[in-house]
């Protein structure tokens, strides 16, 4: 076999590959010996006839098929391995010449991701920060156990801060038209839990059972919902019921309702360990984050579109699941954000594809070079772990899938490289 090759562009390449009769005899018995067994040849049994009598038997046009499937594939799959090329989909061939079984000449298109040049990876750190926790994050964590534990009275009385407030709203534009998803009803508001914008809640002290109110507040302008920002909004709201909100007292007897716990101190150690743990979890989450993104940064590393694009696309999938949960449409998430699916794709979705693509690439890349792999006994683990967890017929089905399998062990491999860069 002979070939050339060229990149018309980083992220592709180029083959002019040939062989001759020596080369090309090869793969011509071994398409004959796997078409042999569905041929039959008076006086010989299925599969053992001479090969040059199995070949008079086949349709000419049908074996030309066969063997070009089989030399083309192998031929071209010699050149790209050759040339250590990271092709991302099957080449584009054209037939330059073909003489049956004797000579052969085709040109190979194929998108790839182009060399990759990693930095000393090796001597970038990032300095990791401690995990600390304050007391005012136990006494927060303690308040809303409170909070969870309080009675609600109904009260006819006039609304003060601090009580739960069961409210019908609306709010309109200065036309006067209804704002979309900017309503609720039978809705359970605390007063002072500043869960509305500012200014709502303030509204409504001083209003008793049955009272209707109207009032016109800003956005801010630093609002989640980038259509609402700065928007002057008026609300009608409805008082259905008002609720005084009685916490039980921060003491031993709170401490033990809680767990088995006989005071205060060992209830706040208790959480204070719960919540370090999960700091501690998120710091190490940050900081392999971080080095990566570093790591990342100093590679040099083209990306074919193809692949950008195909992560968008997962990235939309998630996206639309994300607002599904939250009780938004994918279609209203880009209102939210004023922008139009292109511009939401390219300003935000597309940068962090690419991000995701070199991330990947650059920790496969590292652990083939520092030889990290993934034993069976790993793979084994990790699947009786999710196996136990997932009690669901279906959901043990599926982590018996191959692919799925294959997936497992990736995610893995990538633990195992990420924990060696941030040793």
């Given at each position: 076999m002979k070939f050339k090759i060229s990149y018309p562009t980083t992220t592709s390449a180029h083959l002019e590959i040939s062989a001759d009769q020596a080369e090309l005899d090869k793969y011509k018995t071994k398409v004959l010996k796997?078409?042999?067994?569905?041929?039959k040849v008076a006086g010989f049994?299925?599969?053992h006839a001479p090969i040059e009598l199995i070949e008079k038997s086949l349709d000419q046009s049908a074996l030309q098929n066969e063997f070009l499937d089989e030399a083309l594939t192998a031929l071209y799959t010699a050149a790209a391995r050759s040339e250590k090329l990271r092709p991302i989909k099957t080449p584009d061939v054209t037939m330059k010449k073909f003489v049956p079984?004797?000579?052969?000449?085709?040109?190979?298109?194929?998108?790839?991701?182009?060399?990759?040049?990693?930095?000393?990876?090796?001597?970038?750190?990032?300095?990791?920060?401690?995990?600390?926790?304050?007391?005012?994050?136990?006494?927060d964590v303690i308040e809303n156990l409170r909070t969870r534990a309080?009675?609600?009275?109904?009260?006819?009385?006039a609304a003060v801060d601090t009580d739960q407030l069961w409210i019908d709203f609306e709010g309109f534009d200065q036309k006067g038209d209804a704002i979309e998803r900017a309503d609720g009803k039978d809705y359970p508001l605390v007063i002072g839990s500043n869960t509305f914008i500012p200014g709502f809640e303030p509204e409504l002290i001083g209003k008793k059972p049955g009272d209707k109110t109207e009032f016109t507040l800003t956005f801010p302008k630093d609002y989640g919902v980038s259509s609402m920002k700065g928007k002057k909004v008026t609300f009608k709201v409805t008082v259905n019921k008002v609720q005084e909100v009685v916490r039980p007292k921060i003491d031993d007897a709170f401490a033990g309702t809680l767990g088995p716990f006989t005071s205060m101190d060992q209830l706040k150690l208790d959480i204070e360990k719960q919540l370090l743990a999960d700091k501690e979890d998120a710091v190490r989450r940050d900081h392999e984050a971080a080095v990566l993104k570093a790591i990342v940064a100093k590679t040099k590393v083209s990306v074919p579109k193809e692949l950008i694009d195909e992560q968008v696309e997962m990235l939309i999938g998630e996206v639309r699941q994300n607002a599904i949960q939250r009780g938004q449409t994918y279609e209203e998430l880009l209102v939210a954000e004023g922008k139009t699916e292109e511009e939401y794709i390219k300003e935000t979705l597309a940068p962090e594809a690419t991000d995701?693509?070199?991330?990947?690439?650059?920790?496969?890349?590292?652990?083939?070079?520092?030889k990290i792999t993934v034993e069976t006994?790993?793979?084994?683990?990790?699947?009786?772990?999710?196996?136990?967890?997932?009690?669901?017929e279906k959901m043990q089905a599926e982590l018996d899938r191959p692919e799925n399998q294959r997936d497992i062990a990736n995610r893995i491999l990538t633990e195992k490289t990420i924990k060696f860069l941030t040793k």
């Open positions: 796997k078409l042999a067994s569905n041929v049994r299925a599969g079984f004797t000579t052969l000449e085709f040109e190979a298109t194929v998108p790839i991701v182009s060399k990759i040049v990693l930095p000393d990876y090796k001597i970038i750190k990032v300095a990791k920060k401690p995990a600390k926790i304050e007391a005012k994050e136990v006494n309080a009675v609600k009275n109904d009260v006819d009385r995701r693509v070199k991330a990947g690439l650059v920790l496969s890349e590292i652990a083939e070079l520092e006994e790993e793979l084994d683990l990790r699947l009786n772990a999710l196996k136990a967890q997932y009690k669901d």
